[in-house]
């Protein structure tokens, strides 16, 4: 029986979302927020009705929640217009136009089933049938190229939020329809069902506020990017190296849909603590490695950083902020995973380059202490 989507509505409905974010958000992702309710095991947190919380039951379970504010009914803070650059957007569309996306969780069995689609749909589709044309969220780097494939679009400079660290501003423009045909989006039969005309004249005005270049970018053609050259020249020559004995061709497929993004001084690309197991490389300018507030490495580029998460599954063992303009390439983890479980020869070159990079970091901090 698949999972039952549906509104919250009563107190129950509300306690039960708080404690599932609880379980995701402080247990297995380790997020600090305050104020949080250990005992009781609910992160409740300010929104109130009439911000939507969509449920995902089964079982008489809650498997999933996505909670969206729309302006017809709850108004944005000070804070969220300042994120997604609103006071841009407000003189084309009203408050009652805007939907924002936020809280979007399943259950790790459910993660690889079709629930998580399904709840984006019922989302776009309240958006569709309420006349909305424009919808914004934020994600943290790992998690861009799901969003950038299903037609959401970076238009704003990362932020650092005080829990979460590094997160990207995107907006999805409701009615361009020849964005979603050209990026191939799973979203294009619902919205063409639900807009069988033409696009409304309010989209040619809202892409005209696009900037043409953002701060992150995906490596769509590796060997057609700039980042590509820097990624040949410093990485796959370099003796110690995540890419040391692999040919351009499979350095390429490994990256490939991989985010490069271009971090502004003080980004907190990784947080200590958080279940994320991306490996990310530096391309350009410099990141501080810190541990419980004090300094222990600077990484310049083409150095890595990621990898001790990503190889033994533990949580991040440090904070990784930018010093500087500073530009990065987050490997994506999926990717990482396929080719281990498809590819056995390149999976293991790959791995024991990882390791060798790790073994070096440990290395090098063993002679610094003594």
Known sequence: MPAILRFAESEADHDAIYRLRYEIYVEEMGYAFPGVDHQGRRLVEPFTLPTRLLMAEE?????????FNWGAESAFTDEERRIYRLSDFVALVGDEEIMIASRFMTRPSHRDSDLPARMLDAMFEFALDNNVPLLFADCRPHLINNYLRLGFRTFAKTYNDPIAGMLAPLIFVIDDLAHLERIKSRLLPLFRAKRPAGPDAIVSKVLALLPASTPVQLLSNPAGSPDWTGLQTTLAEDEISIFHGMEPEDVARLIEMSPVINCASGDRIVGQDLAERSVFVVLDGAVEVMRDGKSIALLTRSAVFGEIAFLLGIERTADVVAVGETKV??????????????????????????????????????????
């Open 59 to 67: 079982d008489g379970s809650l498997v999933g929640t996505l909670q």
């Open 329 to 370: 390439i987050s490997l994506r983890e999926r990717a990482l995973n396929e080719l281990i479980a498809s590819e056995s020869k390149l999976a293991a070159r790959f791995l024991l380059n990882l390791a060798r990079v790790a073994c070096l970091k440990l290395v090098e901090t063993d002679r610094a202490g003594h």
